[in-house]
């Protein structure tokens, strides 16, 4: 269904591009084929082992589904192109970095916490806080996008600005295409991302599906084994810590890992876990907004009404099956806390205090004072207020009912 009315802006020059690119053949000028897109990564990079090539199977379905589906505009093609070559220059980045380095797979990565819930549920904003703790580590956006280093001929500094600066200019792309997308989501080469970016090595991650409607892809992605994608997820954390030179507390954030959260602990078996919280007709109207402004600036297309259904649907399923896995003990009690947004928005500080001790961890007098003084400087809506666009599209009544049993469980309350 394309959309009558466009309701997030969208830069000049961009709408004139994917009208050239309308007339010229988007898909001649950015074609996407699997074969190609392997070959120059190997070309660009100068290395060829990719390691174990499970992943090709999730890169052959997404550049199907995206050529199919999608409705790429030419600035969609590009920013997809980007990103797909990005990740498997990585990839190919990070296999040759445990060549060198393989006393890397010594390194431990000893009770990650990771932060799980909706989007739109105060995830962001807490990971940044997490961050905050001096003994925790956030992996950056420039970190996950770029692990390793890719110009030999520069410094160690010289080349984590290079990494830094492409990392900043490939968000800096869609926010001018799309200048309310910073009041929707920030993205900036020094702040923490969330796993989608490193599930992605394996092409198995809703980073992709978020940002383009590929039905066949999501689908396949749901039903897929996602270990191979979380061991990835594993070698790359033990590379970034590798380099670091010290250990520490892993912090992480991704609301995709609630569907196998049993299988993440099987990876990561003393991690932690906070599951955010939020009334959900909160959260659908913002998410929707979101996911329009990610997929308009990759195609002149967007069915809100889809959209909402696709979040919506597998995500009251999702929340229903973390209840049952909590009631079963197949998320253990003791290794799982509950986060309310409205808690963490009026508490702050004394809300993770209180998060932290239901995990068995404590919040040391400096994290507090470190927490506190970026909550001062970083209020929220710093960008601007957050329009909905597209909220008409969400029918809250369903919504109501369709998330009413995740709201009783959990005793969630609107923020207002």
């Known amino acids: 269904m394309e959309t ?23 898909e001649l000028i950015v074609p996407l084929e699997t074969k190609q897109l392997l070959a120059d990564a190997c070309t660009m990079t100068g290395l060829s082992d990719y390691g174990d090539e499970h992943f090709k199977e999730g890169l052959q379905v997404l550049v199907k589904s995206l050529n199919e589906e999608a409705q790429l505009n ?33 390194e431990v990565i000893e009770t990650p916490i990771f932060i799980i819930g909706m989007g739109r549920t105060g995830s962001t904003i807490l990971h940044e806080y997490l961050a905050h703790d001096p003994h925790n580590r956030a992996p950056l956006v420039w970190e996950m996008r770029l692990p390793c280093p890719i110009d030999p001929s520069l410094s160690v500094e010289d080349d984590i600005a290079l990494r830094r600066a492409i990392s900043d200019a490939e968000s800096g792309i869609q926010y001018e295409i799309d200048r309310s997308l910073i009041t929707k989501h920030e993205q900036r080469a020094d702040l923490p991302e969330e796993c989608s970016q490193l599930m992605a090595y394996e092409f198995t991650s809703g980073h992709f599906f978020s940002r383009c409607n590929i039905p066949s892809y999501a689908a396949w992605n749901a039903t897929t084994n996602v270990k191979p994608a979380l061991e990835m997820h594993k070698r790359i954390l033990k590379v970034l810590q ?16 609630m569907p196998y959260i049993p299988t993440l602990l099987e990876t990561y078996p003393d991690a932690r876990l906070i599951h955010t919280h939020r009334y959900p007709v909160e959260v659908v109207k913002s998410f929707v907004s979101l996911m329009a402004s990610t997929r308009l600036a990759r195609s002149d297309s967007f069915d809100p009404e889809a959209a909402s259904e696709m979040l919506n649907g597998g995500m009251s399923r999702i929340v229903e099956k973390i209840i049952g896995d909590r009631e079963s003990d197949a998320i253990p009690a003791s290794q799982i806390a509950d986060l309310h947004f409205k808690d963490l928005m009026e ?31 970083r209020p929220r809506s710093k960008h601007g207020a957050h329009e909905y666009a597209y909220a008409e599209a969400v029918d809250l009544d369903k919504e109501r009912q369709r998330y009413a049993k995740y709201v009783e469980y959990y005793g969630i309350t609107p923020s207002k």
């Open 74 to 106: 030419l600035t969609g093609r590009l920013l997809v192109s980007q990103e797909i070559r990005r990740v498997l220059q990585s990839r190919l980045r990070v296999i040759e970095f445990e060549k060198q380095h393989p006393e890397v797979h010594d």
């Open 242 to 257: 590798f380099q670091s030179g010290k250990q520490q507390r892993w912090v992480l954030k991704y609301g995709g890992h």
């Open 347 to 377: 508490h702050g500080v004394a809300a993770l205090e209180k998060t932290y001790q239901a995990l068995g961890l404590s919040l040391s007098e400096e994290a507090k004072v470190s927490i506190e003084k970026y909550r001062s400087e």
């Open 4 to 26: 009558t009315q466009r309701q997030v802006p969208q830069a000049a020059w961009a709408g004139q591009l994917n009208l050239s690119g309308k007339m010229m053949g988007a």
